[in-house]
């Protein structure tokens, strides 16, 4: 049995926070943190909420907090955004490095100056190489879903890294939308209680984190490197056995939507990526052969997935964020994915950055744009006429 | 020793876990034993625990694992400990 609960994006989340039961959530109150943290400060306050909340003196705190509390061998989650996502960077890599299971929403947010906190995704694309496995969601149902997941994956034995689940800011975490709530019972016999692969222990003490010389370092980034390969199958495998349970599915590592017989198709992530599908729907009435490749997961990047789509189709990549002095993230991590593998053209638009609307209307211009071969191998949506 | 699944940085308590930190060492804690009051003061600063404490309360100096970090020359009440820079002529 479920029930539904309609509630924004953050309200959603901090919902699925406190049914996966985290030991302790840490986190940093202040703008650009969002009413996710309230919500979960709010369950505490109902006594939904039985884990500790640590209200920390800035996000790297936070984050170290989440740190120490893994480390201690308990559940853990927190939730940030933009410059306080900026703030833990050394922590991130901390995490990883460290191998501590830790659970993040980040809510896609402009990095300043201008100060803005719309929806722009540079802020989780710049942590891209933390190691980090990152998630970036489309609706608050998968918000939910994604959330109670992202526990499975990362306490896995064999995994046992941070997950970081995006989505972006205003367009999912401050708008209702109903999500299907399961029972504790269902969410509970998903993610038993964490069973860490070692502990600080005062009983058992161990150093933890400490000194290696070079040739063992190595070894720790490529075990690094091989848990991400290995999470590619096992988000599939998760996915398999939440439909199995609870009859949704959101995609893969991809989300594909009718991209059969498509001769184009779009890949894009977040909030643009479910835009897009409105767009697909209304140029199939027209006639055009064209599906969407929704990027569920940046890391592990699903390269052999995007090989499959080069090999019938050409691509049309939107990027809601930029690598400036390359380009679109995901525009060039496809191009690398392709390379030597695949013929397909990839075309690449940078859109939507600052929270700048990007409608299903744009997205067509932008595709009608590629099939008719007036389109640059990258550019800027919206500067058509010149100017700055 | 445990396995582990994943490829990470722990230690078990061990004496040296570091490998041999003595040579390390720029300057010397050289103690002069007839000075020495034994009231323990370096053995209870010294941060790598190379003050070995006799039953007697007499102290000795552990150069297999001491860093020559000083502490002890500094907290030494009565100056039975001083520091010799390594490899000094004579």
Same mark, same amino acid.
């Given at each position: 049995?479920?029930?539904?609960?309609?509630?924004?994006?953050?309200?959603?989340?901090? !919902?699925?926070?406190?049914?996966?039961?985290?030991?302790?959530?840490?986190?940093?109150?202040?703008?650009?943190?969002?009413?996710?943290?309230?919500?979960?400060?709010?369950? #505490?306050?109902?006594?939904e909420f039985k884990g500790e909340y640590i209200c920390v003196e800035s996000e790297h705190s936070?984050?170290?907090?989440?740190?120490?509390?893994?480390?201690?061998?308990?559940? *853990?989650?927190?939730?940030?955004?933009?410059?306080?996502?900026?703030?833990?960077?050394?922590?991130?890599?901390?995490?990883?490095?460290?191998?501590?299971?830790?659970?993040?929403?980040?809510?896609?947010? %402009?990095?300043?100056?201008?100060?803005?906190?719309?929806?722009? &995704?540079?802020?989780?694309?710049?942590?891209?190489?933390?190691?980090? @496995?990152?998630?970036?969601?489309?609706?608050?149902?998968?918000?939910?879903?994604?959330? @109670?997941?992202?526990?499975?994956?990362?306490?896995?034995? !064999?995994?046992?890294?941070? %997950?970081?689940?995006?989505?972006?800011?205003?367009?999912?975490?401050?708008?209702?939308?109903?999500?299907?709530?399961?029972?504790?019972?269902?969410?509970?016999?998903? @993610?038993?209680?964490?069973?860490?692969?070692?502990?600080?222990?005062?009983?058992?003490?161990?150093?933890?984190?400490?000194?290696?010389?070079?040739?063992?370092?190595?070894?720790?980034?490529?075990?690094?490197?091989?848990?991400?390969?290995?999470?590619?199958?096992?988000? %599939? &495998?998760?996915? #398999?056995?939440?439909?199995?349970?609870?009859?949704?599915?959101?995609?893969?590592?991809?989300?594909?939507?009718?991209?059969?017989?498509?001769?184009?198709?779009?890949?894009?992530?977040?909030?643009?990526?479910?835009?897009?599908?409105? *767009?697909?729907?209304?140029?199939?009435?027209?006639?055009?052969?064209?599906?969407?490749?929704?990027?569920?997961?940046?890391?592990?990047?699903?390269?052999?997935?995007?090989?499959?789509?080069?090999?019938?189709?050409?691509?049309?990549?939107?990027?809601?964020?930029?690598?400036?002095?390359?380009?679109?993230?995901?525009?060039?991590?496809?191009?690398?994915?392709?390379?030597?593998?695949?013929?397909?053209?990839?075309?690449?638009?940078?859109?939507?950055?600052?929270?700048?609307?990007? *409608?299903?209307?744009?997205?067509?211009?932008?595709?009608?744009?590629? %099939?008719?071969?007036?389109?640059?191998?990258?550019?800027?949506?919206?500067?058509? !006429?010149?100017?700055? | 020793?445990?396995?582990?699944?994943?490829?990470?940085?722990?230690?078990?308590? *061990?004496?040296?876990?570091?490998?041999?930190?003595?040579?390390?060492?720029?300057? !010397?804690?050289?103690?002069?034993?007839?000075?020495?009051?034994?009231?323990? #003061? $370096?053995?209870?600063?010294?941060?790598?625990?190379?003050?070995?404490?006799?039953?007697?309360?007499?102290?000795?100096?552990?150069?297999?694992? $001491?860093?020559?970090?000083?502490?002890?020359?500094?907290? $030494?009440?009565?100056?039975?400990?001083?520091?010799? #820079?390594?490899?000094?002529?004579?």
């Open positions: 049995m479920s029930s539904v609960m309609i509630d924004t994006g953050n309200y959603i989340a901090a !919902k699925a926070a406190v049914m996966a039961r985290p030991d302790v959530v840490a986190a940093y109150p202040i703008t650009p943190q969002t009413t996710l943290v309230e919500g979960i400060a709010n369950y #505490r306050d109902t006594g936070a984050m170290s907090a989440c740190i120490g509390a893994s480390a201690a061998g308990v559940r *853990t989650f927190t939730g940030t955004s933009s410059h306080g996502l900026l703030l833990m960077h050394e922590m991130l890599h901390w995490a990883a490095l460290a191998r501590l299971p830790i659970v993040m929403c980040n809510i896609n947010r %402009v990095v300043g100056p201008g100060w803005n906190i719309w929806a722009d &995704e540079n802020d989780s694309v710049s942590q891209r190489d933390t190691g980090w @496995i990152q998630f970036y969601c489309s609706s608050n149902q998968e918000i939910f879903d994604t959330v @109670i997941q992202a526990f499975k994956l990362a306490e896995h034995e !064999k995994i046992s890294l941070p %997950v970081m689940i995006s989505y972006n800011a205003f367009i999912l975490s401050h708008t209702s939308m109903p999500v299907y709530i399961p029972e504790q019972e269902e969410v509970d016999d998903f @993610i038993p209680k964490r069973k860490p692969l070692w502990k600080l222990d005062v009983d058992n003490p161990i150093t933890f984190g400490n000194i290696i010389l070079p040739h063992e370092y190595e070894k720790v980034r490529r075990d690094m490197q091989n848990a991400q390969e290995y999470a590619k199958k096992l988000i %599939v &495998e998760i996915n #398999r056995d939440w439909e199995k349970r609870f009859g949704r599915y959101h995609g893969d590592l991809l989300e594909l939507y009718k991209c059969d017989d498509a001769e184009y198709i779009l890949v894009a992530m977040g909030a643009i990526g479910s835009e897009s599908k409105v *767009t697909v729907d209304n140029m199939r009435k027209e006639g055009y052969k064209i599906g969407l490749a929704r990027l569920r997961v940046f890391r592990p990047f699903p390269g052999e997935e995007i090989v499959k789509l080069g090999d019938k189709a050409d691509l049309i990549v939107i990027d809601r964020n930029v690598s400036i002095g390359l380009g679109g993230a995901v525009f060039n991590e496809v191009k690398a994915s392709l390379y030597g593998k695949s013929d397909a053209k990839v075309y690449g638009y940078i859109a939507g950055l600052g929270g700048k609307d990007v *409608t299903y209307g744009d997205i067509e211009k932008m595709c009608k744009k590629v %099939v008719d071969g007036k389109a640059k191998h990258m550019e800027w949506y919206g500067f058509e !006429k010149g100017g700055v | 020793m445990k396995k582990y699944n994943v490829v990470t940085t722990i230690s078990y308590p *061990t004496k040296g876990a570091m490998g041999k930190t003595g040579n390390w060492r720029v300057f !010397k804690p050289v103690l002069d034993k007839n000075k020495c009051v034994k009231c323990l #003061r $370096c053995w209870v600063y010294c941060p790598e625990a190379t003050i070995i404490r006799n039953k007697d309360d007499s102290v000795d100096i552990d150069y297999e694992y $001491c860093k020559g970090c000083g502490i002890c020359a500094d907290v $030494c009440k009565v100056g039975a400990i001083v520091m010799e #820079r390594e490899g000094k002529r004579e």
